[in-house]
């Protein structure tokens, strides 16, 4: 158990699209999932934190309008990089709580590499 | 503010034992937890401690000290598949998202 699904695994668009990536909880529900992104060698960086039915909290420096989260389920999060730039390029993951597990554990999704041309 | 330290670099061989330390300073503490990330992948579970004390689960253990604000990651009988980065993360509130440090990675060699 405890699985969670990105789609896509990759994408590649040209500069000024917008990209959106999907992530689901397949067998547990999750009320917070969390975006991540990370640059080769990097750690990675909190971008924001989605809730289930309300809006979405940002890390300072993340542009809200920029990178739109929406909750609509237990089991799916989205994020979409609007206008998207060439900087914007960067491996893509998110992760969701499940409370059920000790701790609250995270579980991640496998990512998006996303490429801006 | 928050602070997660780990070694940047390890090597080992296979069959030893290696351990990946990791001190931290949150605002406050709700759980530590280790992560395996290989290349180009995101990371998978590995441990979870939040009481003082060791977390032994199969060829990997967990210890955690709350007071010293440490932890290490224990990794015993070292096979090639081992190589990947080993992430240490602090959760400083329940529900809130975790804190990382850099990661360490890990070169198992032959």
């Known amino acids: 158990g405890a699985v969670v699904s990105q789609h896509p695994s990759r994408v590649i668009c040209k500069s000024g699209t917008s990209v959106k990536i999907e992530c689901r909880s397949l067998?547990?529900?999750?009320?917070?999932m969390f975006w991540y992104r990370q640059f080769p060698k990097k750690s990675l960086m909190l971008m924001a934190t989605?809730?289930?039915?309300?809006?979405?909290?940002?890390e300072q420096g993340v542009e809200k309008d920029k990178f739109l989260i929406n909750h609509a389920s237990l089991t799916l999060s989205t994020l979409t990089v609007t206008s998207a730039h060439p900087e914007d390029s960067s491996f893509y993951i998110c992760?969701?709580?499940?409370?059920?597990?000790?701790?609250?554990?995270?579980?991640f999704g496998p990512g998006t590499r996303l490429t801006v041309l | 503010g928050q602070n997660i330290d780990q070694p940047t670099e390890m090597t080992a061989t296979e069959g030893a034992i290696v351990q990946i330390n990791c001190t931290y300073q949150?605002?406050?503490?709700?759980?530590l937890f280790w992560y395996q990330q290989h290349a180009g992948e995101a990371p998978t579970f590995l441990s979870y401690?939040?009481?003082?004390g060791l977390e032994e689960k199969g060829r990997f253990s967990s210890f955690l000290s709350r007071s010293k604000g440490y932890s290490y990651l224990l990794l015993k009988e070292l096979q090639m598949k081992d190589s990947a980065s080993y992430l240490c993360?602090?959760?400083?509130?329940?529900?809130?998202?975790?804190?990382f440090g850099k990661g360490t990675t890990l070169s198992v060699s032959s």
């Open positions: 992760s969701a709580t499940h409370s059920g597990r000790a701790g609250g554990t995270q579980y």
């Open positions: 067998d547990f529900q999750a009320t917070t």
């Open positions: 989605s809730n289930e039915g309300s809006k979405a909290t940002y």
């Open positions: 949150t605002s406050g503490f709700n759980g």
């Open positions: 401690n939040v009481l003082d």
């Open positions: 993360a602090v959760r400083s509130m329940r529900g809130t998202a975790l804190i």
